[in-house]
């Protein structure tokens, strides 16, 4: 019986916005404010699956890969800290609808297949800082980066050396 893996859909950040992120999160958040999130794990989480077989995880790709949706464009200009997960984050101020349709897709499929999803409503984010138990001065508006989305990827989570890395596992593209 092979082991199961822990996966969630997700966009990917390009290497290129995931630098310029961590320069302006470096610049905006004094050290103490939380944990970083590695440069190689910012992504966008579409659709948490959990532990996952590979029998399932057959069916959620083959799932995937017959959503056709086209590709569009993302900008992240927006930050927030929710004081409860301890969490940092940098979205879209205002999410395009061709990410909310792709999120809502993911999510009925992780949920059809036994997969459970959470009962909050989706809310489309970057993780910048873990751990920020205390109250975070959030950067003035101005700041953005765009970029087109034009794929969406299954990851899986994987926890090494005392680290958490996210490995791409299936790729999908957008119309």
């Excluded at 794990?41 to 017959?66: C, P, Y």
């Excluded at 897709?105 to 997969?115: E, I």
């Excluded at 205390?134 to 299954?154: K, S």
Aim: glycine share 6%; proline share 9%; net charge positive.
């Amino acid at each position: 019986m092979s082991e199961s893996k822990r996966l969630f859909f997700a966009l990917e950040i390009p290497g290129d916005i995931q630098q310029h992120i961590v320069r302006w999160r470096a610049e905006q958040f004094p050290v103490e404010a939380g944990r970083p999130v590695a440069a190689a794990n910012l992504h966008i989480t579409l659709a948490f699956l959990g532990d996952v077989s590979e029998e399932k995880q057959r069916i959620l790709a083959a799932q995937a890969g017959r959503i056709a949706q086209p590709a569009f464009q993302l900008r992240l200009d927006d930050a927030g800290h929710w004081p409860r997960s301890r969490v940092v984050w940098l979205g879209p101020r205002q999410a395009p609808r061709g990410l909310l349709q792709l999120a809502n897709l993911l999510r009925a499929q992780a949920a059809r297949s036994g997969c459970a999803q959470s009962p909050q409503p989706f809310h489309p984010h970057v993780t910048l800082l873990r751990n920020a138990q205390h109250r975070v001065a959030l950067p003035p508006p101005g700041f953005g980066w765009t970029f087109p989305v034009d794929a969406f990827v299954l990851y899986e989570s994987l926890f090494e050396q005392g680290r958490t890395r996210y490995k791409p596992v299936d790729r999908w593209l957008l119309k």
